[in-house]
Every structure is written in C-alpha cells, then in structure tokens.
C-alpha cells in the first residue's frame, strides 16, 4: 500500500484500481505470453507441446510479485524478471516448454500489449459510467427544460436561462467524448509485436503469420507495423480522457458554485458522513464535486508528460516510454474517479427551483432591461428605448427599488407600455429564447446514440 | 513586431503566420458579422436594407488596429471595441443600419466563430503538407526497402532493421493523425452562437432560424446548442496538433541522432547559409531537426494549458476562456512550423547508404550472434548454442576480433558450420525478418487513403 | 503586430512589452557586442582602435529587423544574422574593426548575456508593482483588521473571520516571493561567456581576464563556468515567477467569488468603459481578477516547457534551449500584466462593509453553533453541549428560525445561559480568535522588510 | 501494492518509499495529534492529564489502514477518519481524554503539518544523496582536468574541450540546488495551524500561545499566519525538485549520447544483470540513465499541476489543494530516485580516455581549423588566413585526408607555418582554452561550501 492507495477511493473506482492493480497488471503480461506459445505453436514456430505447460503457469499467482518489483530496478523493466520467473515455473514442470517461453518477443511486445488488455477493460468500465452520467444528465435536462434561473457570465448574473439547457449542455460535451472514445478504440487498442528490433526477425518468414495469429487470440487488431516508439495510440486515450475530465471538472465547477451557501441553487446528494461538519451544522461540502476539480487539476499536467514522452529514441526508446507507465494509468484511474463522482453527484442532485426562481430577483429586475428595451424599441426607436431603460435601471439602483415598480411609474414608459405589459416584461420565464429548441436538439442527439456502440456523427 | 517574430521563420510558416495574424483574425470576426446581417434579414430580424452597408463594411483594412489593441484592456476581450468601430464606420454610412451591428449576438460568438474560421483555414494547410510529407515518406520507404541499417534500442545497437522500416514506422504514427485530422473537424469546427447568456433571447422565436442561415452562410455545421463554456472542441485541435508535433519530433529526434559525426548516417538537405559554420567547416547542423524538437518541447505545456481551461464557469468564463485565446494559435502555429521544416527535411534528406552498412560492423559482428544461436541451435539445441555462441562473442571482444572470425576458428562451431554458412549467418542484410512485409503493409495503408479527403477507418 | 498583440494591452504592460520588444531584444544583444570589444581591448585582445567603430554601430536602430527576421530561419538563431549585419555596417565605417566584431564569442553568449540583461530590467519593473501590492494589501489589511466576515471553506460558509486577515494572507504569500526574487538575482542574472564549445579557446589565455572585464562591463556577476547548457538560471526565474503567478490567481479567485452578484462583499474598481454592459446594468465584471486567472491558468504550462527544456545535449542544445526563447518572455510578460492588474484592482478595491456583515447571517446563526458549544460545554460537559447545540441547529433549519432564537426558547439551553450570553455569543464579530494577531504578524513582517533592497532571511 | 509499485525500485528508493509510505503518512499526522495535547496542555487549555492517554495511541501500528482508506472518500480527507479512530481508541482507555483528541484543530492542519514532517525527512535524503553526487563529480572534473574530448553541439563535433570541464558544469548545476534546497526549508517547512477558519478561536485567546508551543514542540518556524490556502511553500520544494530532476536529465542525456555504440565514451557500470541482454551480447545499456530521463520526462507536468493548483478558493479550496496528496510525493520520489540512480552512476562511471582522444580525429582534423586559421591570422591578417583554411578543409574533406596533411602540402601554409607547428596546431590538447581555470573555479565554489550545513550566499 502506498499513501495514495490512501485516499485512492476518492479518486479513483474500486473496479478501475483492479484493472491496474499488480496482480491485473501482471496477468495482462501472462496473457499475452499464453496467446503467444498457442500463436507460435499454430504457425508452427514451437511445438505444440509446449503450448499447455507454458499456458498453465501463466497465472499472476504463482508469481512472486515482491521478487518482481526487487528485480525490476536492475533489469529496467518488468517483462524481463517476469519472464525470468514464467520461465522457472514452467522448467519445473517441463523443461523443454522452458525453452519456449516469450519466444521471439521483446519486453515491450508484452508490456505494451498487456497494457491495451488493461486500458481495454477500463475503455469499457469508463464507457458505462459515462453512458449512465448521460442517461441522467438527459433526464435531469428533460426535467428541468422550463426550470427558469439566472445565466451568469463572468461569474455575474446576466440574463435568464433554463436549468435544463446548463444540463443539456454539460451533457453535450459528453456526447462527443463518447464518439471520441469509440472512434479510439480502434486506433489506440492494437496489438504490439515486433521482437527486439521491430523485425520479427527471430522468427524467420513466420513473423506476419504469428502476429496475425496472436492478435487474433487476443481479439485485437493486427497493426500494420510495431510500433515501439510510434506512441499516439496511448497518448490518445490519454488525451481524450484529459477532454472527458476537462468537461467533468466543468461540471463540478458549475455545481459547486451553485452550491455555495448564498446561492443554494443545488446541492449534492447528502448521505451519512458525507460532506458534513460536526461543529458546522449548516455545512454541505461539496466533496463529489471537490473530487473531480482535483482529477481537473492534475490530469493536464499527466496529459502533457504523455505528449513530452512521444518524442523517443530510434526502436526503442530511453525515458519516454518509461515516463508512460505510471502516467498513462494515473489519467484513466483519475478520470473514472471523476466520472463515478460526477455520476453519482448528478444521479441524485437536489434541485431547489424554488431558490433558483428567487435568485433571479437578486438584482430587483436589472437582468430583464434587455427584454424591455426590445419590447419598447419596436415602439419609440431602440435608441430612445436604451435610453428610457437606463435611465430607469439607474433610477432603480439608486433608489434601491425594483426595476418593475421603477418603470411603471416612469411616464414615458408606462406611455407606451401597461403594467401587464410591464409584469411581463419583466418575468424572467418569459424570456429564454431559444433554450428549450436547444435542449430538444441535445437530447435528440443522445437518443440519436446507437446504444452500446461506437457511432460516427 | 515582438521579439518572438524575429525567430517565427523558424517556428512558423509565412501562410500561418497570415492565418493567425492581426488582420486575419479581424478579418474572420468581420466575416462572422456580415454573415450574421446576411442571416437576420433573410430570416426577417433585421432589414434587408442594413445588410449592404454593415456587411460593406466588414473589412479589417478600415480598422485601426492599434486603437483596438489599445480598447480591449478596459473591454475585456476583442470583439466589444471592434463591434464598436465597425458600428462607428457603419453609422457614418448609414445611421439607420449601424443600429443593426453585431445585432443579437455576444462578443465570443463572434470570436470563437472567428477562431474557428481562422482554424478552418489553418487545418487545410496542414493536411497539405502533411500530405506532401506523407507522400515523400512513403517514397523514402520504398526506396530504401532493402537498405539495411542498424536497428537501436537504449540507444544502443540491437540488431539490423532497414532504413525503409524506420521510414514506414515514422509515416504510420502519420497517417493515424491524417484519420484524427479529418475526424475532428465536424466536431470542432462548429458555429458559435448563443447570444449574451446562451438562450439568443433577444432574436424572439427566430433564434434557431437564424442560427441555421448563419451556419450555412459560414459553411460550418449547426451544432446541437452553443459550447462557450464546452471548450472540448477547440481543446480537441490542441491535443491532435501537440500529438502530431510528438510524432514529428521522434522523426526529428531519430534523424538527428543519425546525423551525429559519429554516426553520420542522415544529413539534412544543405543549402547556402543553413546549418554551417564558417569557422567549424565540418559542421552539418540539424537546424530543421532543432526547430521541430524545439515545438515537440514547447507544444505539450501548452496543450496543458487548453486542458486546464476547460474548467470554466457558467455561461461565459473568467479565465478559461481567455487562456485559450494565444495559446491556441501557438499550438497551432508551431505544429505548422514543425511539420513545414520536417517536410522540407525530409524532402531532401542525404540518406548515406554506405555509411549505414559501415556501421553495422561496429560491434564486429556482435549484433548477430542471435542469428548464429538460432541457426546453430537447430543442430545442436537453443542452449548449446546459446553457451557456444556466447563463449564467441566473449572472444570476439576480448581479442578485438571480428565474431566471424572467431566463429571460424571454434572448433565446435564449424563442425556445425561452414565457413559459408558463417558468412550467410554474420550477414546483417539475411536477417531483417519481416521488415519488408511492415513496409508494405504501411505503404498499403497510405495508398488506402483517399486521396485529398477524409476518411475513416 | 501579432494578433497576440490586440489583447496584450490585458495580458501584459507597456513597459514590459518595451523591455521584450525586437527592438530591446536586439539593442540587449547589440549592448554584449559592444561591452566585449571593450573587455576585449582593454584585456589586449583586439585593438583599441576597433572599440570605437563598433560599440557605434551597436545600436539597434541601424538594423533591418525584417531582414534579420528573414534570416533566422536559415541561421538557427537570431545573433548569426545580427553579427553579421553589425560587421557589415562596421565595416563600411572601418573595416579593420569589423574583423573584430563578436571575437571569440558564439551566438548563444550574446544571446543569453541579452536575455539575462533583459530580465534585469524585467524584474526591477516586477519588484515595484510588488512593493506597490504589497503596501496596499498591508494597508488594507491594517485598515479592515476588525471588519468581521465569513469564512468559507469548502465554498461553504464556515466560521468568521476578518478581512483584514484574509488581506494579511494574501500578503504573506506575496512576501515569500519578494524573498525568492531577490534571491535569485545573484544567481539567474551572471554573465554568459564561453565561445563556440565553452571553453573560450580562441582567446587563448585571455579568456577569463576578458570574461571578467565583459562581467564587470555589463555589471552582472562572473560566473564560475559558462552554463550553455545548464539552464537552471533560467528555470528558476520562470518558476518563481510561476508561483508568484499562482499567489496572483489565489487572490484573483477570492476577489471573484466575493464579487458575485449573491456574494457582492466586494468590487473591483469601475472606471468609464470597464467592465461594464450596456444591455445588462447591473453588470459589474472582474476584468481584471479575468486577466489575472488567465494568466494563472497559462503560466503552468509555461513553467513545464522550461523545465522539461532543462534536459540539453551536451555543449549546446537541440531544442532545449531554443524552447526558452518565447516561453520565459511569455512568463514575464503574463506574471507581470497579472501583478499590474492586480495592483491596479487592490489598489482601488470596493469593499462592501454591510454586505460582508449580511452575509454572516445567511446561516441564520448556525455559524456560530460552535461557540456556543464551547461556552455550554465548559458548564454541562462538551458532549452533552454538542448534543444541545445540535439539536437546537436542526429546529433553527427545519422551522426557518434563527439560532438565536431557538436557543433562546430551549429551556436546556436557557437554563445555563442568559439571553444575553446567547446574544453575546451569537455575534460573530466576538469570534475571531487570533485573526488580529495573525494580521499584526503578518505586518510586522511586511515592514522588516528592507525598503526598495533585496533581502535575506 | 499498486502496479507503479512493482517498478518502483527503479524511480525511487526504498528510504523515500518508507518516508512517503502510508504508515509513515499517518504517523507523521500522529506526531501532530500527540505534539498539539502537549502543546495545549502546557498552554492550560487542556487538562495535563489527557496528554499521556492521547500521545500513547499516536502510533500508527494501533491504526486500521483498510478502514481508513474505505473512510476517507465520504469525509473528503484522511484526517477525519483517523481522528476519528484515534479518538475511539483513547477512550477505551481514557473517556476524559478522548476529548481533547485534535481540539481546536482543523483537518489540514494536521495533513499540512504532517506533510512538513516527511518533507524535512524527505529534504534530509535528498541533501545527502546531492552531497555524494557533488562530491564525486567533484573528484571526476578534477581527474580529468586534462582529458581532451571533443565538444559537440548541435548535436555536432564542435572543438576539443575536457571531460573535467565536462563534469565541472554538471556539478555547477547542482551546486546551485544546493543554495536553494538550502534557501527553501525556512520558508517551506512551517507549521502549519489554523483551525477551522484559520483563526483559532476555539481556543480563544490562547490561539498563538498554543501554535508557538506546537511549532517548538515539532522544531518547526512558526509562521506569520496559516497558510490554508497559500500553497506557495509546498510549490517551492517542487519547483526546486523539478530544477535538480532537470539537470539530472542533462547529465544522464550527455552520458546516454556518451555511451552510443558509435561513441563510446562513457559506460555506466556494470553489474550482474544490470542493463545487458543474453542475446545481444554488446549491448550495454543505459539503465541508471533512463531512469532519470524517465524522471526528467514526468516531473516537469507535475510541477505544473502544483502551480495550477495554486489558485485556491476561501479559507480552504476544492480541489487544489487536493492535487497536492499525490502530486508532492510523486515528484519528490521522483527527484530522489533519479538523484540516487545519478549517484550510483558517477560513482563508478567507466571513462574510456582512449576512445575520447580517437574520437577527436573522427573529423580528419577539421575541428581544428579554427586555431590554425587564429595562428595564420597573426601573420597574413584574418581574412586571408580564413580563406586559405577554407580552401585546405575543402581539400582535406573532397579527398578523404587529414587536415593536417593537407596544411603541410599547401604551399600557401607551409610557407608561414613548419611542419611542427602545424602538428602542434593540429593538436587538441592544446586548444582547450580556459577549460581548466572553469574547472578549478568551479571545484573552488564546490569546496566553499560548508559541509553538511545549509548556506546562504
């Protein structure tokens, strides 16, 4: 354990830390080196009997992960003391299988590989959070469509939006991240298998055939050629999942500040223990959200090490590909923490439309000068209509009274406009434009979403 | 002029430069407002008659520049002082059509449309020469199919790959961009346009109306909803252009690597006044390879940046936004330049085919030992010949001697083998395994490409 | 002008602007070039005779920056080409003296030697606005010491405090980077000075006496060896830099959240044209907390680049150090247009006494449950006191009545303390613990400070 | 264990794990919890006899690890867990006492605090591992004070200069991250204590009278004032961690390019199953070095997610200062594994003089043109002596012979230079300039500073 394990169910899922655990990580490694003997054993390369006895041992039990980690640091790598071991045990039981073990590979054909078996398993567990968070956002959009409140820009109130357009467009974000990640799959999920210096050369005329045969064993795609240094495939998931936490962290932006006790517009789910002051009863911290800004704060920065870790030596390469170890595993384990959270925050978010309808009123009517001055323009000229509204707006600041009562006594306005005209003027509801057109056209494109699969624009 | 256009014909390309110059990016917001009257009168919002006299205007030559960069400080952003000398100028016209400015929309509509007009143009320059360079790799690996070099891993000679490998390896990370470069464009290149809280209240009914008529006049796609606050689209430019500029940068670092005195292997096309030093004659610098690994070392940090201004607030952000305003342009501008010096590079590379068969010998011999083993281990067993072989090499270095000679004289080696088979096994150009099958299979893939088009998978 | 440059009025100054303009950059490296024919003279290397003709000429008025720009494409950096017209110009004056022009010297010493004399004048015109800042936040801090307001942590309401202390932490950050700042003068701003390989070869037995006559020349420290390519002087101006930045950004943040329309405690300095909207009067918008959180949200990303720039081959670099030269400008330029709009913000910040006392009471007192429990708890035991409180929290919450009150009518409660005890402890202005005395520390801090000099711990 | 902790051995050390390791993390907060009752109790604001039964199960072994980390995702931190179990198990043994577990306190106190602990401890480390390195290159640039070698740059055979130049300019490096590791622990290592708000009023008027006693207690400097959301102190030991880790990677990239095939200058040595490969047999790679590029490549986006996460909100922030957990240790464990790798490295670094010295000649004696055009120049004027070297090098490179030769056969030359004197211009060892006083300047810094002890300039 180390410290970060600590906290790590903050940041991170349960399932995810399984994927990329030791023991995972390990028998991602072994994995390949089964569906390599039976690949070398159909093309003929080994023998047929060496296939079980090498099969069996491939087994994340049986290893000895401490004596692993002690021989990592004089080997460089992983695959070499893991091999090392694989190889012991299946001498034990059959010392001319021994022989065949990781035959003709390299350590990097088996970490890079064992690694896409890992960030496979994890595509398709971020995959469900993602479709879920989706599922709720169109529904908390649809919920809200006429859900009036104040729209801020630049963290002032501006003018009226609807709750159901903030959600439909945290929800559109995530809707070209889902294309996203299905148009990566094929790209970042491929087979890696070149031998020591990318030729296969150790494997005579046979290397296309055991390359084909292998990713076929493996489900995986056949490249078209290794590629040890050619490192785009990881550092797109690794990008791609830098946008999903971005737009995540967006989202827990927005929360939180909704959050903040003057505004009291939501709230995250509460549960026993969860965000809670003993001696501050009136607390409700926003730890979910707390939680995804920190995965928005460090993902960035992990995103940029991939991206510097591309530029790297000849066939194989001297700290870039090292530097993608820890890293690319810290970006996908911190974006599906982000996303669980997020999931959760928004599955059960309470919404007070009672204090987001009072919130519009903060500013005594200002927000809605824009509607009366269009309303007035038609009428007197919109350039005598600017001026009646600020003058009126300042006659309201001044005076502190509401905007409302401000323009119902000003004569000049109340010439052209009646008080109805006026109450409705200046009712916020009435004034959403096209919000609820564009809530529709969002939610239009997530059902346009073939479930469960990849699908293009 | 600043100080970093001094050093921009290193770093950038005279067309980008214009792209993404002051004129241009003045020029693309003035596009976005004559199309903006363009679509209002034709949907009725405005008069057909302020049409002419707004969009006559739309033409960064009247602009003052300097007044603008001085208005913006106090404005906040570009477009508030640029909307106010284009409605000054329209007025002087047409009083009555002045009224019509900018009429409905808020200033990052009009900037980040400009933005996205401007990353339009940009894009196109980049998938030409891209293409150009695509094409003269793909040359390169055919020509060079059969030239044997040495492959390295760790920076250390491994075993012989051929040159036509390397080549086709740097072409495949390229072509997986070309496939991300012509995917995100219909994501990121969308109309911004939501009016001043998102909802375009103020155009009544006609919002979405307007919204599609301006799409089409730009030529862009109408998107689900406005994203002022999504930023994924842009931030998808910034991570396909930074991994672009890594995978430009690995070719930069390989050929610069080749190019060392001692290896000699590459040289960079020569030209008067490039790269040479009047007082050290022998110099060949790598002044491509050094501006290109100049933007693989710049380009990440500021993809970070975009990443980390996504996290932006409500419905218009307080920094987020802004951040991306240079830093965008800059990825931009240094993938361009990168990619220009390296197809320029590439385009008339010194390839010294001798040199890399010289170095092959370097180690004497010593990089085929593992063919020796393989074909030695089929007589006698893997480990005998392992233990007999490496008992060679061990003489082989200690006596300075060249393996082959060494293999000659042990006695238990040529009872096995003959002085020809020796020769056959010790020569590097038998033992390059599938290396012509993965340049066929690369130079496939880029001939599946259509031409001038995107594509998918 | 770049577009860059249209908004620079926000992210910069004018006077910085000036000291990283081409015209400064060049005149920097032209004042190298005229210092070394001086050192060099007087050392005996070159004529007297020649100091004259050329020190005359180095001036930057005289050369064609658009032909220098040009030519850096080709040279790989800016000094080749600047030499070169410098000798021309010499030439056509004396032509003995032009073959004394940049003796001994390579391109990076000038370039260096030009930037270190650029930072100079960076930092000195950064150490003023920071004293400006720093007394305007002391006597802010002094002035507010007992203005009582909320605490939040969590963006929650908390406990109260003072926004004198507030004020007080945001200067004691700004006082730790005063330290760093002058503490890496002595060690970012020495002299650059090694000729082609470092070693001052040409100069023959002259070198160092010449580098100590061009050090004490240009009144920069001689340093122990030249640093090509050691870039730790650089790096660590940026990253001090970078943190005052992200101190910057703290303040900026604060400032922001308390000018929400809901929060509006305070006010960022109005001024004719500034942050205001004509169509929504009641705006009042952070344009300067906006610039500043821009540049807290880019510096990072600029720091990354300088550090990972660090990593350089042998003598002289390949991309490393030519990733320094818009990335450290663009540092200065950002840290300082941060610290002068944030000077500019404090230096005329609204404070809205009033409203930071309402909104201690948006709680309805629960803030205060604390303190009550410690008073009853000294009386009944803390346990049953936290029991009390608690209890007496959730009716306050569940009837919509302040704490006040409730405890008032508990009859647990009243029995041991008196409705003026309850009153007395329902003030949160008697509840701010060591806020003074932090303030007062802080202060006191502020003034050990040696006026207008570096300093040392 | 998590998966990075398989390859830990090789990017950290066991000393560092242990320092950063989950037990010694809450026993450092331990250490806070027992300090604070001692602390308070001598200021009277708990009774003295609740300090024994409170400092008793400080320890991190009576700790259940597993319930902690299941904890800590509802509370939001670590600290409210383990004060919780903490607290219950001082009651089974004191009811009383288990009161005043962590009073007045807040969770970051203890977190910041505890984190001061491993830093002092982890800056302990560091210091003597850069002690060792300093040492040892310090012994290495005197030892080859006259060991010519070429100098390259670009990449490029450049002049001769000395691997003790060589080495001296590593060591100036670090000899400045000496100064400033030095410089940073007053600043950095605080304690911190604040309470809820940062105003220590639980504690009434003893809130500075308690922090005084609990910073001498930890031998900690008492600060001016909390630092809750300052978070420049912990950014500064990052940013200098960054600055070692990147010159770090400027040595291991020299000695990496040093020990190419091709090169052969430097080899890292040897051990058993350190860095070869059984079937490549001349391989001798670099494993110590590309654990520190490794590093090199990481640390720089960590240390700008530490800046990015200086823009805290309040009194106490939502995410930033959650990006720290990680991200601190990571890159102190980082720095010291690279540290470490670098110390092992150099302290038994093979230098082959020979192949230096045959290196030189790689260029036919071309990189010698310079100081036979500087001799030329004295008798025949510069321009002349320049045009005849000009013509000598073409001569030498068009014809495949040495530079020398060529000299010797022009008649131009040989008429103002013998034989002898073109041998000895010829020869690099006599063109190393001030190399050597560089190098002793340097070693003469190395040995003014105090041993074992922090300094200032």
Redesign the interface.
Known sequence: ???????????STDAM?SV???A???QRMLDVEAALARAEAACGVIPEAAVQPIAAHCNAQQID?DA???????????AIPLVKQLTQRVAQADADAA?YVHWGATSQDVIDTGMVLQLRDALDLIDADLDTLCDTLAKLAAAHRDTVM?????????????FG??A???L??LL??R??LA?LR??ALALQFG??????????NK??DV?AALAADLALPL?????H?????F??VA??L??L???L??I???I??Q?????GELAEPS?P???GS??????????G??????A??????????M??????????A???W??E???L?EIVELCAGALRQMRDVVGDLQVDVARMRA?LE??HG??M???V??ALGSAIG??EA?HLV?RA??TA?DSSRHLRDVLKQDRDVSARLGAQDIDRLLDPTG?????R???D??L??HLRRPAGDSY??
Chains 1, 2, 3, 4 share one sequence.
């Not at 991206?307 to 194989?316: F, K, P, S, W």
């Open positions: 354990m180390t410290a970060s394990q600590l906290t790590s169910s903050m940041f830390q990329f655990g030791p995972a990580c390990v992960l692993l980690a002690r021989a990592a640091g004089a080997s460089g790598n992983l022989k104040i729209g801020r820009t630049w963290m002032q109130h501006a003018l009226p939006i609807t357009l903030k439909a467009e945290w559109d974000g070209r991240h294309q996203r148009a094929s790209r031998g020591a210096a990318g030729t296969l050369a150790s494997l005579g290397g296309i390359a490249p078209a050629a290794p590629w240094t050619q490192r785009d495939r550092t797109e990008t791609v830098g946008m936490t971005g737009s962290g967006k827990a932006r927005d939180s500040l959050m903040q006790t003057e505004v549960a223990g969860r965000g003993s001696t501050m009863p009136h607390k409700r911290n926003p730890v959200c707390a939680a995804v800004l920190t928005a704060v460090r993902v960035p920065g992990l995103v940029a090490t991206l510097a870790g591309m530029v790297q030596e000849h066939e194989r001297l700290g870039g090292q530097a170890w820890d890293t595993p919130n903060a500013t200002l927000i000068a824009e509607a001055t269009l919109r350039m600017h600020e707006c300042r600041v004034y959403t434009g096209a919000a057109a564009f809530v056209r969002v239009e494109q293009q624009e």
